[in-house]
């Protein structure tokens, strides 16, 4: 904690931070006037950055959007405006995931590689946000993007480990994110086909995140089996050095 700062208070000042961000946002928004109900923060392209730039807008706005302490004219915006554009934003990521009915506004589509769990998962919290003002075509192409990632991250990637960088398998946040969605995935759509696979898969992802050399010969059981039995490779040296 910084000198002075009461975690009490914490809420309010990211509340006037955000609130002070907002004021700003209008500068990088694009609203298209074609009628889809989209909009973008940053380029709008299918690239891995622009997306999550959309994305973490999208959530902000959102929490934003239902925040009591939200200060409408000092935002210089109102809740309905704010929630009206976070869901144009989580519109446009979700019909331009590969899952999805459209593109990105460079005719491109996104998702279903080694970072695209990241991006989701970094505005879920938005996604909790909007609760009951998603429609059921936002809900239903939510799920379409979590499914396609899901299977993408079984039939697509493989779970590696390695303490050496250059060897290209040195992967202890991507495991984890990866392992999340998987687990998310798991979770809100428990009538998935493949949930079993996912939560298995979602397994390996994580015990194979933060690893260590002694987890080859780990014995303590998890989901049915010994650590070591999941152990793929230490991303960590036995010390946690990275």
């Keep these: 904690m910084g000198k002075g700062m009461k975690t009490a208070n914490l809420g309010d000042r990211y509340l006037g931070l955000l609130g002070r961000w907002v004021t700003s946002a209008p500068g990088s928004l694009y609203i298209p006037d074609d009628g889809s109900g ?19 807008a999208m959530a902000s706005l959102a929490v934003l959007s239902h925040a009591e302490g939200l200060d409408e004219k000092a935002a210089g915006h109102s809740r309905e405006q704010l929630l009206d554009c976070a869901l144009k934003l989580l519109r446009f990521t979700l019909r331009s995931h590969k899952a999805g009915p459209g593109t990105a506004y460079d005719g491109e589509k996104w998702g279903c590689n080694w970072i695209s769990a990241l991006c989701i998962e970094r505005m879920m919290h938005g996604i909790h946000a909007l609760g009951d003002h998603l429609s059921e075509e936002d809900r239903e192409m939510f799920r379409n993007m979590l499914v396609a990632e899901s299977d993408w991250l079984i039939d697509g990637y493989e779970v590696a480990a390695a303490i050496d ?12 994110w990866n ?5 998310r995935t798991a979770m809100m759509f428990p009538d998935c086909p493949r949930k079993d696979e996912y939560v298995e898969r979602g397994n390996s992802f994580l015990l194979n ?34």
């Design 38 to 56: 989209t909009g973008c923060f940053g380029i709008g392209d299918h690239g891995h950055w622009s997306m999550q730039t959309n994305n973490n």
């Design 165 to 176: 960088a250059r060897s290209g398998k040195n992967r202890p946040e991507s495991n984890i």
């Design 179 to 183: 392992g999340t969605i998987l687990h």
């Design 209 to 242: 995140g933060i690893s260590v050399p002694g987890d080859a010969m780990g014995s303590r059981q998890i989901a049915g089996r010994a650590l070591g039995e999941w152990h793929v490779g230490p991303n960590f040296t036995e010390n946690y050095a990275l």
